[in-house]
């Protein structure tokens, strides 16, 4: 429990409700996510399934639960390979409009970071530069930004760009920023 939160990484069983709250991210906030509503609308639950990581995995989707209604999600996919695998990227974050401004986006999150220390060292994010308030909570947990990615989507013919930042988990992991 993280507030009036339940946070918990989802399994399978979770595939309808994640991609209920995933298509009403994508079609709320288009310029939030390089995926398209349309490419992910067509999926039915059970292609949504495999996608969810096993319990054993380093990566992992977690969903904040509101009276057993998911409500929130965030992705932590760590990078493959053996020189890039001290790092992690925040993907798919979205909460649910009925519960913003009730921490919900903020419990989430702290889970994922908490997880995220026993599995890597540096947890790097983009986020639109169109989403003041997304940018906010990540600044407030610690996340320096990076670099500035320009033209980084395209969405009915205007450009959105995205704001490259990191977290730094693990002591000797330098923040980006500094590190010239």
């Known amino acids: 429990m993280h507030g009036d939160f339940t946070i918990r990484k989802l399994v399978s069983t979770d595939a309808q409700a994640w991609r209920t709250i995933r ?13 398209d509503y349309a ?7 059970e292609d949504f399934w495999p ?3 096993p319990a054993n995995a380093r990566d992992a989707i977690f969903g904040s639960f509101d009276n057993d209604v ?3 999600v965030a992705g932590l996919a760590v990078e493959p390979g053996v020189k890039r695998q001290h ?19 903020r419990s ?8 995220a220390k026993d599995h890597v060292e540096l947890v790097q994010l983009s986020v639109s530069t ?3 308030a997304a940018r906010a909570l990540y600044l407030s947990l610690g996340f320096i930004p990076f670099g500035l990615a320009r033209n ?13 930042m990191a977290l730094a988990l693990a002591r000797g992991c330098v923040n980006q920023t500094h590190a010239r």
């Open 39 to 45: 490419a992910v609308a067509h999926l039915a639950p």
């Open 70 to 72: 998911l409500v929130g």
């Open 108 to 115: 989430l999150l702290h889970a994922v970071l908490t997880y």
């Open 130 to 132: 169109d989403n003041p």
């Open 152 to 164: 980084a989507l395209k969405y009915e013919g205007k450009y959105v760009d995205e704001e490259l």
């Open 51 to 53: 996608k969810i990581p």
């Open 87 to 105: 790092k992690a990227k925040l993907w798919g974050v979205f909460v649910d409009q009925s519960v913003r401004n009730r921490g919900a986006a």
């Open 23 to 35: 298509l009403r991210g994508l079609k709320e906030h288009p310029t939030a996510f390089g995926m």
